[in-house]
């Protein structure tokens, strides 16, 4: 880390130091920390997690850190997130995150074109807001902190100073007189203005207009590099300048070039003013969702119903919700029963009943009933709130691919400068025209502006994250979204992700003395007080009618339950209690094929004998099949990986067309599995829903978790799916083949441009005027095939 003295804001720093557990750790690392180099004192305080250290400058702090770290414990860092204003394109990119990579204890910063905004990754306690700001200001620009948004307020993207429409009306119309009689040149008709009234209606176009560009590129200078902006002072400053001389040179006769220093600015102007209005269509997914909090909420309180702001909410309030409207906030039914909307937070089209017991998601809206439910999350512990953070997170996060784009920027502005004055130099001591080689160095320095080279990759990845968002694929970082258009296997768990992960009733078997219908009357009798799944299963599959009364109920751990019926002792379990109890059973071969759970169901008294039996098995969800289906005609090869037997594993893969199983995977060793399938180089993704599976899912190339699994599994995954439909995976790989697709092809025109345009202008085949419209154009065009992502859909809507 490099960086002065002065970028250091206090001598001591307290560093939040993480895995301390004993008093001897705290001898170790104090002794560790003097020991450092450029560090004169250090404490250490257990109860706090903290070190503090006197140090004589950034480098020692550093030194500190990686002392902290060789000793076995771990440094505590924070994230700071800031606007900045004032970039105008990949060159502003880099020299940004190069002044806050200087800043002292920064470790990490990353800056977003697109979305102006900075995350910078440092040393909790000696980063601060402050240092950070202050740095960006030496670049050139201008940075703050984000302003706490109200609950609807919208996300700032493509912001623009007020009376920038106006501005740009009034240049226009000081530019199109100018323009104008250019028409009139193939025609044979000299339709110039004169020269005086040329400059009168240049200068403010040139001053006015323009003057964003002598601030900008004033603070490049400053900051020793250059950008976009510099560009374009250069180029119409010279055209400006090369006019005035001419015109005192000439008098009234001479050709001048403010038409097409005016243009440039105007175009210029107007491309920085169309990408703006792009900017905004690309957060429109944020934007919706923010839009979706409300702002109060009706709480009930002992003297009635009292409408409070969304801040006043506390955990365990009970909230009134009426049909039609937004619920407010996070909760648990507590009475009434409705159908909710959550098609905007999950993509789900069809309506949601809820009922009491049942969650809602804050955001959503309620249908025909009233509905009072108890408040269980607010503010950032929201669903919608981490929804939010997820888009915004992966908005601001750069792509693999935008490494090669910042090599670029960082050498791009100083080698175009090289370019154009080599241009005049040629121009003028070859050719012997100094006039024209002037006007084509403009032309370079006009067409070479490097705005669309850092627009290419964000714009694209802010389309594609919108896009998924709205309709339930949550994109958590860029990463995942261009690895994911590389997966050539999937991997499934088994339950809960291809099963609906609850046993179902699957088949009944019965002798000569019972019909099936008795059979599940007794056992669900034997299970009326208890909770667990194959108990629930047994209710729902029960004719209309009431339960034989069963007494004397007694579970035997791990096998089953005995009790009374009708003066009958009577057994419901598994083989050992019926082997224990002394009764032979025969397996069913069918119930074993499947891999299906069987109880039997047995009278030990007055009689002993089997009375029948009934196989439990996890349905397969109705939409797996289509989704391996999608997988493969992607040409994508599937598997299985589950700790259930392999009879009931291979049952699965079977009926859904899986091309590999592995079954009696425990926990553990499904991460070894994952590490098994990617050899060869094939990238893997991983799709799971429990705790279990969330080691997996971080070890798998892309882990998609499915919404309604655990907060662990979503967590550790790159996506997540918002509702359960197994046919958003192959949707989700779409997506990405569809947004890397679109960043290579803006990241092509971004570079065409440039590749053709220099050497065109170079030549003198190109006018500034020209070369200012591509360089417009080109802004525009990669953020409208961005913006063509907006209309992607997943192939089952």
């Known amino acids: 880390m490099t960086g002065t003295t002065s970028e250091l804001a206090v001598r001591e720093v307290t560093l939040g130091v993480e895995g301390m557990s004993c008093a001897s750790c705290v001898n170790r690392l104090e002794k560790v920390l003097r020991a450092a180099p450029g560090v004169s004192a250090a404490s250490v305080n257990l109860a706090t997690e903290s070190a503090r250290v006197a140090v004589a400058d950034p480098a020692a702090l550093q030194a500190a850190a990686d002392a902290v770290r060789k000793a076995g414990f771990g440094v505590a860092e924070d994230e700071i997130k800031l606007v900045v204003e004032g970039m105008t394109c990949a ?11 200087r800043v002292a204890g920064v470790s990490g910063a990353t800056v977003n074109l697109a979305t102006e905004t900075a995350r910078v990754r440092g040393l909790r306690g000696a980063l601060t807001a402050e240092a950070l700001i202050d740095a960006v200001a030496r670049a050139g620009y201008r940075a703050h902190l984000p302003q706490e948004e109200s609950p609807a307020a919208p996300v700032r993207a493509g912001w623009q100073a007020p009376g920038e429409g106006a501005l740009l009306i009034v240049g226009a119309a000081l530019a199109l007189p100018l323009l104008l009689p250019m028409l009139g040149a193939p025609l044979g008709r000299d339709w110039m203005l004169p020269i005086w009234l040329q400059w009168l209606l240049a200068t403010p176009v040139q001053f006015v207009l323009g003057a964003r560009f002598y601030r900008a590129g004033w603070g490049a200078l400053r900051a020793g590099s250059g950008n976009m902006d510099l560009l374009v002072a250069l180029g119409t400053s010279a055209a400006y300048g090369l006019s005035l001389w001419l015109w005192w040179r000439h008098g009234g006769h001479a050709h001048a070039y403010f038409e097409a220093a005016a243009a440039v600015i105007v175009l210029v102007r107007l491309g920085k003013w169309l990408e703006a209005r792009a900017k905004r269509q690309t957060t429109a997914a944020i934007r919706a969702l923010q839009a979706l909090r409300p702002d109060r909420a009706r709480v009930i309180t002992l003297s009635g119903e009292r409408e409070l702001p969304l801040a006043e909410l506390r955990l365990g309030d009970r909230v009134a919700i009426r049909a039609g409207e937004r619920i407010p906030m996070d909760g648990e039914v507590e009475e009434g029963a409705s159908s909710v909307d959550e098609s905007l937070l999950t993509g789900e089209s069809r309506l949601i009943t809820k009922q009491v017991g049942d969650s809602l998601i804050g955001g959503a809206i309620n249908g025909e009933g009233r509905l009072v439910a108890r408040v269980t999350a607010l503010g950032a512990e929201t669903v919608l709130a981490r929804i939010i953070r997820m888009v915004e997170d992966a908005q601001a996060a750069k792509a693999p691919i ?127 007080a208890a909770a667990h799944p194959l108990a629930k299963a047994l209710q729902a599959r029960l004719p209309a009618g009431g339960l034989p009364v069963a007494s004397e109920l007694r579970n035997v751990a791990g096998r ?18 019926m082997e224990e109890s002394g009764l032979a059973v025969a397996d069913d071969p069918e119930a074993v094929a499947r891999g299906s759970t069987v109880s039997w169901l047995a009278e030990i008294a007055p009689e002993t004998r089997v009375l029948g039996w009934i196989a439990f098995g996890d349905q397969i969800k109705d939409e797996a099949r289509a989704a391996v289906e999608a997988l493969h005609g992607l040409g994508i090869d599937t598997a299985v990986v589950s700790g259930d037997s392999h009879a009931a594993v291979k049952q699965v893969a079977q009926a859904l067309g899986i091309d590999e199983l592995r079954a009696g995977v425990l926990p553990e060793a ?45 967590q550790a995954a790159g996506i997540t799916l918002m509702r359960g439909d197994l046919r958003l995976v192959p949707a989700a790989i779409a997506l990405s083949r569809r947004t890397v697709s679109k960043i290579r092809q803006n990241l092509f025109w971004a570079f065409i441009y440039n590749v053709v345009g220099i050497p065109l202008a170079a030549a003198g085949l190109l006018s500034p005027v020209v070369a200012g419209a591509a360089m417009a154009l080109s802004s525009v065009s990669v953020l409208a095939n961005a913006l063509l992502l907006a209309r992607w859909r997943p192939a089952q809507e």
Do not use: Y
């Open 91 to 101: 060159s502003c990119v880099a020299r940004v995150e190069k002044a806050l990579a």
């Open 402 to 528: 935008q490494r090669l784009v910042d090599k670029v920027a960082a050498v791009f502005v100083p080698v175009v400068v090289v370019i154009a004055m080599l241009t005049c130099a040629a121009w003028g001591l070859w050719a012997g025209d100094w006039e024209r080689a002037l006007v084509n160095a403009v032309a370079v320095l006009v067409i070479a502006c490097p705005c669309a080279l850092g627009l290419a990759t964000p714009a694209a990845i802010m389309a594609g994250t919108g896009a998924g968002a709205r309709h339930g694929i949550l994109i958590k970082d860029a990463e995942a979204l261009e690895l994911a258009h590389s997966v050539r296997r999937v991997i499934f768990d088994k339950t809960g992700t291809l099963t609906r992960g609850m046993p179902e009733v699957l088949s009944i078997g019965v002798s000569a003395q019972l019909a099936e219908s008795e059979v599940l009357q007794l056992a669900a009798a034997l299970q009326t």
């Open 560 to 577: 089953g339950v005995r009790g009374e019926i009708a003066g009958k002792q009577l057994l419901f379990g598994n083989r050992r209690l």
């Open 670 to 714: 499904k991460v070894e599995a994952v590490r098994d399938l990617q050899q060869g180089g094939r990238l893997v993704a991983m799709v799971g829903d429990g705790v279990n599976d969330a080691p997996a899912l971080a070890a798998a190339d892309v882990g998609i978790a499915m919404g309604g699994g655990t907060d662990v599994a979503m």
